[in-house]
C-alpha cells in the first residue's frame, strides 16, 4: 500500500454533539459524521505526509488526546505502506494497539490481550465477539490487512457502529474526504479558540458523569494533576515535532487550567 493510499479515521463512541468539542482541540481541520451510535472523524489534511510522524502515529496522537478531554473511548483506524492497524484510546488507561501486514499477518509483536481489552472496554459479547476478534489474529491464506480492519469494523456493528457509505479501511485520504464531506449530517470541525472551546468543553462535562469533578477538592486536584501531566508532555512532544502527542499534551493543560479557572469561579458564586 503506496503513500497515495495511506490513510485513517477516528471511531468516537459518542454522539457528534459530544465529539465535537474534544475534536475541536485538536487544532485540525476534521470532518465530523454520525456512523450509527457512534461518529467518525475524518482529516481533511495529511499531516503524517513530509513530517517525522507516520499516519499510525498521527492518528494514535490524536486519538489519544480526543480520549482524554472525554470519558468515551476512541478507535484510530490507520493504514499505510501494506500495514493496517488500529489503536483504542480510552482516558488516562494504556492504549490498546494491533496491527498486520499487507498479508494480513501480526505486524510487530502485538499484545496478546489486546483483543480482550477491545472487547471489554467497547461492550462487545466477551465470549462470541472476542472470539471473533481473537479469530483476526491468526493465520488465514485467503486474509489481507485491509480485510481484518474490515472484520473489526464488522463486530463493532453488533455495538451499534454503521459507517457512512465510502468509508471504507484501505480506501485514499482524499477519497475518505470526499465521501465523509457527502455523508448525512456531515459538519466541519475546526479550531475555533480557546475561549470557544473551553465553554464548549464545560458544557459537555457538565451533562456527563464526571459533573461531580467540575468544583472541590477533587476538582482542584485533577486539575493540578493533569497540569503536572501536560505541561512535560507538550515540551517533550514540541523537541520531538509530534503533533499527535503536542495534542495531548494542549489537551491535558487545557484541560488542568480550565477545571482550576471554573472552580474558582464558582466558589465566587
Given at each position: 500500500?503506496?503513500?497515495?493510499?495511506?490513510?485513517?479515521?477516528?471511531?468516537?463512541?459518542?454522539?457528534?454533539?459530544a465529539?465535537?468539542?474534544?475534536?475541536?482541540?485538536?487544532?485540525?481541520?476534521?470532518?465530523?459524521?454520525?456512523?450509527?451510535?457512534w461518529?467518525?472523524?475524518?482529516?481533511?489534511?495529511?499531516?503524517?505526509?513530509?513530517g517525522?510522524?507516520?499516519?499510525?502515529?498521527?492518528?494514535?496522537?490524536?486519538?489519544?488526546?480526543?480520549?482524554?478531554?472525554?470519558?468515551?473511548?476512541?478507535?484510530?483506524?490507520?493504514?499505510?505502506?501494506?500495514?493496517t492497524?488500529?489503536?483504542?484510546?480510552?482516558?488516562?488507561?494504556?492504549?490498546?494497539?494491533?496491527a498486520?501486514d499487507?498479508?494480513?499477518?501480526?505486524h510487530?509483536?502485538?499484545?496478546?490481550?489486546?483483543?480482550?481489552?477491545?472487547?471489554?472496554?467497547?461492550?462487545?459479547?466477551?465470549?462470541?465477539?472476542?472470539?471473533e476478534?481473537e479469530?483476526?489474529?491468526?493465520?488465514?491464506p485467503?486474509?489481507?490487512?485491509?480485510?481484518?480492519?474490515?472484520?473489526?469494523?464488522?463486530?463493532?456493528?453488533?455495538?451499534?457502529?454503521?459507517?457512512?457509505?465510502?468509508?471504507?479501511?484501505?480506501?485514499p485520504?482524499?477519497?475518505?474526504?470526499?465521501?465523509a464531506?457527502?455523508?448525512?449530517?456531515?459538519?466541519?470541525v475546526?479550531?475555533?479558540?480557546?475561549?470557544?472551546?473551553?465553554?464548549?468543553?464545560?458544557?459537555v462535562?457538565?451533562?456527563?458523569?464526571?459533573?461531580?469533578?467540575?468544583r472541590?477538592?477533587?476538582?482542584?486536584?485533577?486539575?493540578?494533576?493533569?497540569?503536572?501531566?501536560g505541561?512535560?508532555?507538550m515540551?517533550?512532544?514540541?523537541?520531538?515535532?509530534?503533533?499527535?502527542?503536542?495534542a495531548?499534551?494542549?489537551?491535558l493543560?487545557?484541560?488542568g487550567?480550565?477545571?482550576?479557572?471554573y472552580?474558582?469561579?464558582?466558589?465566587?458564586?
Amino acid at each position: 500500500m503506496s503513500q497515495t493510499t495511506a490513510g485513517g479515521l477516528l471511531l468516537c463512541r459518542a454522539e457528534p454533539l459530544a465529539a465535537r468539542p474534544a475534536a475541536h482541540i485538536l487544532r485540525e481541520r476534521l470532518l465530523l459524521a454520525p456512523a450509527g451510535e457512534w461518529s467518525v472523524l475524518v482529516p481533511e489534511a495529511k499531516p503524517w505526509l513530509g513530517g517525522a510522524e507516520s499516519v499510525a502515529e498521527v492518528l494514535a496522537g490524536w486519538g489519544a488526546a480526543v480520549a482524554l478531554s472525554s470519558n468515551w473511548p476512541v478507535l484510530s483506524l490507520w493504514w499505510e505502506e501494506g500495514r493496517t492497524g488500529f489503536v483504542l484510546s480510552s482516558g488516562f488507561r494504556r492504549s490498546a494497539a494491533y496491527a498486520w501486514d499487507a498479508e494480513g499477518r501480526p505486524h510487530g509483536e502485538p499484545d496478546p490481550d489486546t483483543m480482550r481489552v477491545l472487547a471489554a472496554r467497547l461492550g462487545l459479547d466477551p465470549v462470541l465477539d472476542l472470539e471473533e476478534l481473537e479469530r483476526l489474529t491468526r493465520p488465514d491464506p485467503a486474509a489481507d490487512g485491509a480485510s481484518r480492519l474490515l472484520g473489526v469494523i464488522a463486530l463493532l456493528a453488533r455495538a451499534g457502529l454503521a459507517l457512512p457509505a465510502g468509508l471504507n479501511p484501505g480506501e485514499p485520504a482524499d477519497r475518505l474526504r470526499e465521501a465523509a464531506r457527502v455523508a448525512p449530517a456531515a459538519e466541519r470541525v475546526e479550531w475555533a479558540g480557546w475561549r470557544d472551546t473551553v465553554r464548549a468543553e464545560l458544557a459537555v462535562v457538565e451533562d456527563s458523569p464526571l459533573g461531580p469533578w467540575l468544583r472541590g477538592p477533587k476538582a482542584r486536584l485533577a486539575g493540578a494533576a493533569q497540569l503536572a501531566a501536560g505541561a512535560p508532555l507538550m515540551l517533550w512532544a514540541a523537541r520531538r515535532r509530534s503533533p499527535g502527542w503536542l495534542a495531548a499534551g494542549t489537551v491535558l493543560v487545557a484541560h488542568g487550567a480550565a477545571a482550576l479557572a471554573y472552580d474558582r469561579a464558582r466558589r465566587r458564586v
